[in-house]
């Protein structure tokens, strides 16, 4: 059983950056297989996608919310994944969430994806 852990959220002026990690375990040496998302989850929203990316590291995909803003990375080797945030916006405001899927090819649907982390608050003030 894979589990993913979120760290780095927290509470952020507008303007301002923040970097989220995505640590994961239990998955041996097939974390590099996966791909990996991040998501979020305003209150009383749905869970939306945020961006991901497959298991090579080459290829990525973004919401459009969040583009030129906000990147994704991996490295396998620490079988972690990073989300840079950049320009925070209050409507960033949101739990974010990390989660992998199997098949190593990027997904941008809740049900794309195998593996949930707990999520990790990120509160960005006007």
């Known amino acids: 059983q894979v589990q993913l852990v979120e760290s780095g959220g927290g509470l952020v002026q507008a303007g301002g950056s923040l970097r989220l990690s995505c640590a994961a375990s239990?998955?041996?040496?097939?974390?590099?297989?996966?791909?990996m998302g991040w998501f979020r989850q305003a209150p009383g929203k749905e869970r939306e996608f945020v961006l991901a990316i497959n298991w090579r590291g080459d290829s990525t995909y973004y919401a459009d919310s969040v583009k030129g803003r906000l990147t994704i990375s991996r490295d396998n080797a620490k079988k972690t994944v990073y989300l840079q945030m950049n320009s925070l916006k209050p409507e960033d405001t949101a739990v974010y969430y990390c989660a992998a899927r199997r098949s190593g090819i990027v997904g941008t649907s809740v049900n794309d994806y195998d593996y949930w982390g707990q999520g990790t608050q990120v509160t960005v003030s006007s």
């Open positions: 239990g998955a041996g040496g097939t974390f590099s297989t996966y791909a």
